[in-house]
């Protein structure tokens, strides 16, 4: 029963209804956002109301081609072809959600191409087919413009092919409101980790790579939840995370101690 | 609170260290947090906020939370304060005003603790720093500031206000702007002691000059005896091979400094003299100096993704691998190694895939950076040149350490043969930190160029530290090369040679000017037929990063493979004759 449960996704902008149009048009999406901003909640949460299935894909930088549209395997003296995950969702008509795809080489990615242009065609030249995409199938792709992207950025021929959504961290009523859904911690505690996030997220120098994203906020209300204190959470969810710099780490501890008072319980 | 929120890193670091993110995240820019007189009440200079140490945890707190949104809020724009010079009374007044106005207009972003000092009447009555002013200057009644307000010294915002760029004393600049006006920023050496002692490390009578011609002297007598034994070999097998010449010999040095005894390296290099056409042995002794610990908010925070974007093409070319355990293809010939085991009843070896695997990074990168006198000058761009030189540094070995490669990076200047000083900011060990930064922060321009012995320096530092087959050695300066003895041709000819032995041990050299005024045929003399290539602006290096590094380590690939098979062909020789 907790399947039909829809996931929890606040809308900021106008990305649900972008979503859907692209979706309704069999246009692929490419979702941008700094890391933890709830990209792939998003996406959870539109395959649902669409009533597709969701296939995910985590993209690394040793996803090769085969591991997205399958392979050949030996069973028994006898060559087997595997579908690969992009292959099953072009068969079925799921949404194929590629996460961190600038992480996965760009050679892998060239193999999009036709299915993300009007063609929304797979050709699988180890068996020497093509595939067309069933109706239902879209393809989303999430790309963090900060730190992550810039070993390998996307190629310009794949970004064009995308409709793109930006989402960013939401705004602090609404990132409260999540972390009282997600935690279920109360509003007061809400506030603090809240506003301890947006300082942390004003830091520009200061040698941390990424700030304190929705993801991590949620992590500390958790620990919160589960009987942690407010400060020890902080320092374990929000400071550990994002850095290894002892300076930077002591600096955060003591932005941490500022921002949340005492839960003495 | 339990005892596992005590972790140890709180006792390691002072209260500068402790604030100084706070202050940053509230006043939207790097700031400093250090500890004024014990017993005087909190103020800032706009740039540093000073704070009593002696004072309780959350008192400290709140004096900083405070400073911070003044400084946010524009509340110590020095051309507001300078209206209140020598006005205790309105200071006060004018102090309550923009404290409670600064704290309600922050209160979304501060911690709530601190939010409850604000008062929201007072606020009201203001809504800019110079309304505040008017308003501390007339006569209406305002309550007097709570203690945690601090003070304002008015002539000390003043002061640093002026000597900085305009407006980064006072109102907020937005990150990005605050890049360009730092790196316009005149080196303010006037603000510390420290400076003055690195300005001129050797020169005149300063603690480290002395301790540095104490520590030459000693090179000079007591070294002489035990290095010398294999130098002659090393030396005559190497009129072949140029390449050995780089090979250091090193000095132990033991120096007394305030009665305790130091142990400092000195490398001795030879020198090539143009004029007589061959190599004076033994001629520079090269020292690592620690640096000092400087200001780390002097280094901006450059954005090297254009750059980390070049450099993380080099060297990862995919390779089909053959028998692997997983991979996208099938290795037919291994799957029928595989059948024939099978049927053959013996033990059959499973790795039939072929797998891309792309070629782990293989490259190492040292970056010297010239910190001479000459960097002190200013630039066709705007600021110094060593401004621009530190930032281009900072971005490369940032932008080199992300995409995975081991890097370096060393300043160097000397003064005379027998002090060339190099600075390790980070050795190949050590990893990117605040303290690099700071490291970097604290270099100043100074002394001379011996270009030579600095490049020797690095290219064996590389050969024995690098650890990899590729290499590259990136110099960082003026190209004016000049030094007591080193002047004009000679010491062109000296870098230029030492750039050539560096190509011949397959480093690949990479020489880069930033900013300077050196023309550009200048540069070519220095650098021969080095890779060398000037920018105007640290921004322009990153497009052109790529093919300068990819040519630089073309050509120590071809010239290393021809000394191979020079060297390779000369020890044949050699056995030819002794076996004769």
Redesign the interface.
């Known amino acids: 029963m907790s399947q039909d449960v829809p996931p929890f996704y606040v809308p900021v902008g106008t990305e649900v209804q972008v979503f859907g149009a692209a979706f309704q048009q069999g246009l692929s999406v490419m979702l941008k956002g700094p890391t933890g901003c709830g990209k792939t909640r998003f996406v959870e949460a539109m395959a649902h109301d669409l009533g597709r299935p969701l296939i995910t894909v985590a993209c690394h930088?040793?996803l090769?081609?085969?591991?997205l549209v399958g392979?050949?395997l030996?069973r028994g003296?006898e060559?087997v072809w595997v579908d690969g995950p992009l292959t099953r969702a072009v068969r079925e008509g799921a949404i194929c959600y590629l996460d961190e795809i600038v992480e996965a080489?760009q050679?892998t990615t060239v193999v999009l191409h036709p299915l993300a242009d009007y063609r929304r065609q797979l050709p699988m030249e180890?068996l020497g087919v093509t595939l067309d995409a069933a109706s239902g199938f879209c393809l989303v792709v999430s790309y963090n413009p900060g730190y992550q992207s810039?070993?390998?950025?996307l190629k310009d021929s794949t970004r064009q092919r995308m409709v793109a959504i930006e989402l960013d961290f939401p705004p602090?009523d609404v990132e409260q409101k999540i972390l009282v859904h997600e935690a279920a911690i109360d509003e007061e505690l809400a506030?603090?980790l809240v506003?301890l996030g947006?300082?942390?997220r004003?830091?520009?120098?200061?040698?941390l790579r990424e700030v304190a994203s929705t993801r991590v906020l949620v992590a500390a209300a958790r620990l919160v939840t589960a009987g942690l204190?407010l400060?020890?959470a902080a320092?374990a969810a929000i400071a550990g995370p994002l850095t290894d710099?002892?300076?930077?780490?002591?600096?955060?501890?003591?932005?941490i101690?500022?921002?949340v008072?005492h839960t003495s319980t | 609170m339990n005892s596992a929120t005590k972790v140890p890193v709180d006792a390691q670091v002072d209260i500068g260290n402790r604030y100084a993110l706070l202050a940053s995240a509230i006043s939207g820019r790097p700031l400093e947090v250090a500890g004024g007189d014990p017993g005087r009440p909190a103020w800032s200079d706009g740039r540093t906020v000073f704070i009593n140490a002696e004072s309780a945890a959350q008192t400290q707190l709140q004096c900083v939370v405070i400073q911070a949104s003044l400084i946010y809020a524009g509340s110590l724009e020095p051309r507001v304060l300078h209206k209140l010079a020598r006005k205790p009374s309105a200071t006060r007044r004018y102090l309550s005003l923009e404290g409670h106005r600064a704290l309600t207009a922050l209160s979304d972003l501060l911690p709530t603790t601190v939010v409850s000092v604000a008062d929201p009447m007072t606020a009201q009555r203001t809504e800019s720093p110079q309304s505040s002013l008017i308003l501390a200057i007339g006569s209406e009644d305002i309550p007097d500031p709570p203690a945690s307000f601090g003070v304002i010294r008015p002539r000390h915002v003043g002061i640093v206000g002026d000597e900085r760029i305009d407006g980064l004393g006072g109102a907020h600049v937005p990150p990005r702007e605050r890049q360009a006006v730092l790196r316009e920023l005149e080196d303010d050496i006037g603000e510390g002691a420290i400076v003055d002692i690195l300005a001129s490390p050797v020169g005149g009578g300063g603690p480290i000059g002395r301790l540095l011609k104490r520590l030459l002297g000693d090179a000079r007598s007591s070294g002489a005896g035990s290095p010398g034994t294999d130098a002659p070999t090393r030396l005559t097998r190497s009129s072949n091979s140029v390449s050995r010449l780089g090979s250091p010999t090193m000095r132990r040095l033991a120096v007394s400094k305030d009665g305790s005894l130091d142990v400092i390296r000195g490398f001795v290099y030879p020198e090539w003299n143009v004029h007589l056409r061959s190599y004076r042995p033994e001629w520079c002794t090269v020292v690592e100096l620690e640096p000092e610990d400087g200001d780390r908010s002097r280094i901006p925070a450059g954005n090297t993704r254009s750059l980390r974007r070049a450099l993380a093409r080099l060297g990862t070319e995919v390779e089909r691998q053959r028998r692997q355990p997983q991979g996208e293809d099938l290795d037919l010939d291994a799957a029928v190694d595989f059948y024939v085991e099978v049927r053959a009843h013996s033990f059959p070896d499973e790795d039939v895939y072929i797998e891309s695997q792309r070629s782990r990074r293989d490259l190492s990168v040292l970056v010297l950076l010239d910190i001479s006198g000459s960097a002190g000058e200013s630039s066709g761009s705007g600021g110094i040149v060593h401004d621009h030189q530190v930032s281009a540094a900072a971005d490369l070995t940032a932008a080199l350490h992300q995409v995975g490669d081991r890097v370096a990076l060393y300043g160097f200047r000397s003064q005379g043969r027998s002090a060339v000083h190099v600075y390790p900011v980070k050795r190949f060990d050590d990893t990117v930190s605040t303290l690099t930064e700071s490291r970097l922060g604290g270099l100043r321009p100074g002394g001379f160029t011996r270009l030579g012995a600095a490049i020797r320096h690095g290219a064996s530092t590389l050969e024995r530290q690098g650890g990899t087959g590729r290499r590259l050695l990136v110099v960082l300066s003026d190209g004016f090369a000049y030094d007591h003895g080193y002047e004009g041709s000679y010491g062109e000819a000296d870098a230029r040679r030492a750039l050539s032995e560096a190509r011949h041990q397959g480093i690949g050299c990479l020489c880069l000017s930033i900013a300077s005024t050196t023309d550009a045929e200048a540069l070519r003399r220095v650098f021969g037929t080095a890779a060398y290539a000037a920018f105007g602006s640290t921004d322009l290096m990153a497009s052109a990063i790529g093919p300068l590094f990819r040519a630089a380590l073309g050509t120590a690939e071809v010239q290393r493979r021809r000394s191979e098979r020079v060297t390779r062909s000369t020890e044949l020789l050699s056995i030819e004759r002794s076996g004769t």
């Open positions: 930088d040793d090769t081609t085969a591991d392979r050949f030996l003296g060559t080489r050679d180890r810039v070993l390998k950025d602090a506030t603090q506003r947006g300082a942390i004003r830091l520009e120098t200061s040698g204190d400060r020890d320092r710099d002892p300076i930077v780490t002591a600096g955060l501890f003591e932005m101690d500022a921002y008072t």
